[in-house]
């Protein structure tokens, strides 16, 4: 019976791989297992259920075992999450407070939905199929309603059907509670769904497919150079999502990282019977995988931006222990997201700056939270400077490679570009600059470290 | 533990009654146990939801331990049926062909967000409450998917959180399969959820909330004079519900029958606060109950009329042995709902005529049917008429009063109305007549019967 613990990093990982599969790996005379995930614009109407059916026929004609992970439709789980929002005020209550269990029942029925028409769908096109609801599986989670994490998924029932040629069809998003109740994983859990569903049944592969065609160097819409990444591990596309590339929820990509889960992101929009599912065969997409199955690394994988940011600076901070947590703590009570931090060592051990971001719609709260704590933190001044841009330079090459900081900074520079703040990590360097000039600086990023198609 | 089994007619039967409440039992000094149910029109919006969370409190500020039954939002079910009808056909299927177990899983899904949202709205008025899904509870079906029958409810949770003075909030219409599937119980079947649940947990009363303020002698729309009735026997409703009012499903008034559940059909439409539901008090409605609670019988309880009945006679049919089987066989085979049967006996005992009807929308279909068969069954002449009415009398008083059905005959006779077919039970006669006379022969009969309010 295979299980995934995401709460036992070592359970899965170690596990030997069963199976090679599909760009790069060496064939094997057996068919591949396969999740394929599909999100709420893939199957916003019966037209585009079909559509996701034939994908899915193509894998199954293909021999492959398939599960498919699926959204709700586009739009419903908006309604939904609409309806518990204002019941509670169309009940006369001040607040929307809601009980978290009841939006999980309520909300979860969007992908119950979709679950059993697309079962319907493969029907009707000769594909043997059934839907699974979190709770049939089991997908067991926490009790983290509204919120919860994946403890284990029992992989066995869907493994035996799927060994008989019958497609499963799972609901996204959902599980089911120690407390025998539904229980949903937070927006976007259909990804996270689909990743722990593969580890659960030991997939090949998890395919994700979206509306792109896969993880690109950088915004397409900023810099039209930017290049479709054939592959990318599993920590640059962690930071990728964190930066603000939208393409898969953190968490996803997290646990594939954590179980090794081979994650490849296509678009559903391709017509159906235009690509080759045979082994060998090489479809347009990304495939997010660990970093031993990449031959020749590239020092900078990819750039990526995240918009209305905010810079708070406090000047004339008393240097001393503690005023950290006399700035932060509060911050982080009041909700405020805070992002990169900057303090610098003061000239003569007395004051000093410290410069942190926070989202520009949380800008109003923390300054708010900061005067509030002023007198305790002992600062002179709050500046705040709203409408920052945070471009981030990623590439798990920069291990090994020096120079690749100066090498933005020199670049920048060269354009006139103003550097308000720098943040670094094993494998990304992070620099706050003006918003107006963003866009130069993700072109002209992507062009300095030779990521430009051409 | 316990336990409903609607394929055991005596096992809750025979069960002694716990407790008395409420028109016209004794009082006890024990607050009564309530299952209330809401149809769709009830809980359409998030106004009528909290319309109806008002109602509950009522019940539950009374002391009163409570369960709430409730359909999908008002026109939620259509839509969904509507997808999985559409679903095959978009997906280029010839026929609408789909698996039941898919449909349930698809359409469950209305009542399980209008649980949601109940939840949430009693919540937000300060009265405990959770959510039960049928496979939660659970509420134990057999397999036929789609129109299943509830085969045992477990109660004990939910009377475990009743005595807590949590508000049990159950999604109609729905349990779970012995394949661990959803299992819907046909449209309507909110109704039959509410009564069986009502068994399962040995309710004092199961009030069903409708559009209605309860059981008229006839409908108000046809006959001003009709009056609601206080009280009604199972047997008598059944009659009623069978005959085409439309109050309660014909399935929840058998399992009432049948577990002896007190049945008390009222107005969700009524300002909540405004009814007394202390013991003794008597809002209004119409209590389905045995019929020894009843004290004074009546001979006639109420006219029911059927309307698109049409009306077909075999001529110079043979008078043989197995003519019957010939011509109704094939009719049943063919989906057919033949209603009324009358056969004259022959003369000579060698051809007779056969008269029985069928709802309009299946005689061309029926004629059909008896074409092809006609050399089988070997008749003259098939003779039809659509936009027939079966006007019907029904009372249990008529089992020990001779005359009920002459009295009918005269009176319709004197209004020059043409009888083309009867049939009778124990407690009830049934007439077909041309449609022009319905209201006609409906005011009459209740008038002869003494049904007029006055």
Redesign the interface.
Known sequence: MPTVKSSSKALLQNLPRQRGFFVGHGGSDRMARLVMKFGGTSVAD??R??NV?RHVKREHDAGHEVAVVVSAMAGKTNE?VG??N???R????NAS???A???D??V???E??T???L???L???GVDA??W?G??IPVRTNLAHGAARIDDIDGSMIVERMGQGQVAVVAGFQGISPD???ATLGRGGSDTSAVALAAGVRADRCDIYTDVDGVYTTDPRVAPAARRLDKITFEEMLELASLGAKVLQVRSVELAMVHNVRTFVRSSFDDPDSIDSSEGANPPGTLICSEDEIVEQQTVTGIAYAKDEAQISLRRVADKPGVAAAVFGPLAEAGVNVDMIVQNVSEDGSVTDMTFTVPDSDLQKALNTLETSRSEIGYEVAQSDPGMVKVSVVGIGMRSHAGVASTAFKALAGKGINIRAITTSEIKISILIDADYSELAVRTLHSVYGLDKG
Chains 1, 2 share one sequence.
């Open positions: 019966l037209e259920i079909h059916a939904l309806w518990v204002d019941m509670p169309v009940a006369g209550a407070f809601y009980d269990r009841e939006y029942a309520i979860a029925s969007g119950q939905v679950s059993g028409l079962a319907i769908a029907q009707s096109i059934r839907s609801q709770w049939q025998n109740r539904i």
